[in-house]
């Protein structure tokens, strides 16, 4: 498979069902908002991380190839075809045991926190950015977004806070309340 196709040099792009639209497409949009999220999630996991939230970190980008899988189908014929692009409801409880577990070894939070800390920390400090940017793209999507989709960028961003916070705690690195 060559890396060039040269399909894309008028700025457009196909979609899973073979329609093509402009990479400015808000769909587009979107699902690049996501794939951008799981680069940085593979930023995170260069540093040092431990076993744990490397563990969580790699499920995650493997489910977030589904979720872009997912917004570049809009005729909803992916997850019938590919069973790893199909998100369920467990994706969704997986993310809140995570945060359940994490959140159990931190203390509670009376204000809110500068994002910062440990090299890990910061950077999943940004990647809950980033997620928050692709939930805004997913959400104005309007209809045409799959109300799971939603509810899991929107958990994920969640735990991506919590973690920052214990990868951060981990580390002895103070948060600074703001």
Not at 21 to 45: F, I, M, Q, T
Not at 96 to 104: F, N, R, V
Not at 126 to 152: F, K, Q, S, W
Request: aromatic share 6%; glycine share 10%.
């Amino acid at each position: 498979m060559r890396i060039y196709t040269r399909t894309g040099d008028a700025g457009e792009t196909g979609l899973f069902d073979g329609t093509r639209v402009s990479k400015a497409d808000p769909r587009v949009e979107a699902y690049g908002a996501v794939d951008e999220l799981n680069a940085w999630l593979g930023l995170v996991r260069a540093q040092p991380v431990d076993a744990q939230i490397d563990g969580w970190l790699a499920t995650i980008q493997v489910t977030l190839f589904g979720v872009g899988a997912t917004l570049a189908d809009p005729r909803h014929r992916i997850a019938a075809r590919v069973g790893k692009a199909h998100l369920t409801g467990a994706h969704v409880a997986e993310l809140e045991s995570a945060i359940d577990t994490l959140e159990g070894g931190l203390p509670p939070l009376s204000r809110f926190i500068l994002a910062g800390g440990a090299p890990a920390g910061a950077l999943l400090h940004l990647a809950r950015t980033v997620c928050r940017r692709a939930e805004r793209r997913i959400v104005a999507l309007g209809d045409a977004a799959d109300p799971l989709v939603v509810t899991y960028v929107n958990r994920l961003s969640d735990l991506l806070f919590v973690m920052a916070r214990a990868v951060n705690a981990r580390a002895g690195t103070v948060e600074t309340e703001w």
